[in-house]
């Protein structure tokens, strides 16, 4: 089945660190990722949505600059947290999908610790 | 627009007995419907898919999950329960055109413990 696999699972480190987050799908290739974030005991919350090639789609609310998305290649997204701060402490999980009727599979997460 | 409502933010049933858990979805173009499941500190993974095909949709590990359009309801069972199948379950909905097209949309969650 469709592996989508994200890097690190789990981040600690000092305020005003940047971050950086990769997902990338192993044996497909990935024409639309998606990045949520999942706070304790809520569910997803749709971040963006990035096109390989394209400009990423923000959801409203969600900091373009804050939450940098580059999805160089079919296999490959990033997610940027830039400047991190305690309150960017959140699970955030990417999907991916290979065509337009097909469902998402999802990474298995990245824990994000700000100190 | 496009929403999802999962009764029950806790289940609890015995090892083999019946698992039921609902979810009403809110769509205003024909839905896409899928069931997730998420163990602790983990990605969420594909039970189940309804894509206008067949109503009743059988997924893994056992699970299956009836469309009602008239109830407008995507409800998930499994007969018998096991350990394992502790865990959270996600309900959700995208839509086959319009502004949502592709996105999901999620439901609150429903953990479901199981006792021996």
């Known amino acids: 089945g469709a592996v989508v696999s994200q890097h690190p699972s789990r981040v600690i480190c000092k305020s005003g660190t940047s971050v950086k987050i990769e997902c990338r799908s192993l044996?497909?290739?990935?024409?639309?990722m998606f990045w949520y974030r999942q706070f304790p005991k809520q569910s997803l919350m749709l971040m963006a949505t990035?096109?390989?090639?394209?400009?990423?789609?923000?959801e409203q609310g969600v900091e373009k600059d804050k939450f940098l998305i580059n999805h160089a290649s079919l296999t490959l997204s990033t997610l940027t947290v830039t400047s991190a701060h305690p309150e960017d402490s959140s699970f955030y999980i990417c999907?991916?999908?290979?065509?337009?009727?097909?469902?998402?599979?999802f990474g298995d997460g990245t824990r994000l610790s700000i100190l | 627009a496009q929403s999802v409502t999962q009764l029950g933010s806790h289940v609890s049933v015995s090892e083999g007995a019946l698992v039921l858990l609902r979810c009403n979805y809110s769509s205003s173009v024909p839905p896409y419907l899928f069931w997730y499941v998420q163990y602790p500190n983990q990605g969420l993974q594909l039970l189940l898919k309804y894509t206008s095909a067949a109503t009743l949709v059988k997924g893994i590990n056992g699970f299956e999950a009836e469309f009602k359009k008239s109830e407008t309801s995507f409800h998930l069972t499994k007969p018998s329960a096991h350990m394992s199948d502790a865990a959270e379950y996600f309900c959700a909905v995208t839509q086959e055109e319009g502004t949502s097209y592709g996105k999901l949309t999620f439901g609150q969650g429903t953990i479901l413990t199981v006792h021996p």
């Open positions: 044996d497909f290739q990935a024409t639309t």
């Open positions: 999907s991916a999908k290979l065509d337009w009727n097909q469902p998402q599979h």
């Open positions: 990035s096109n390989e090639g394209s400009k990423a789609t923000y």
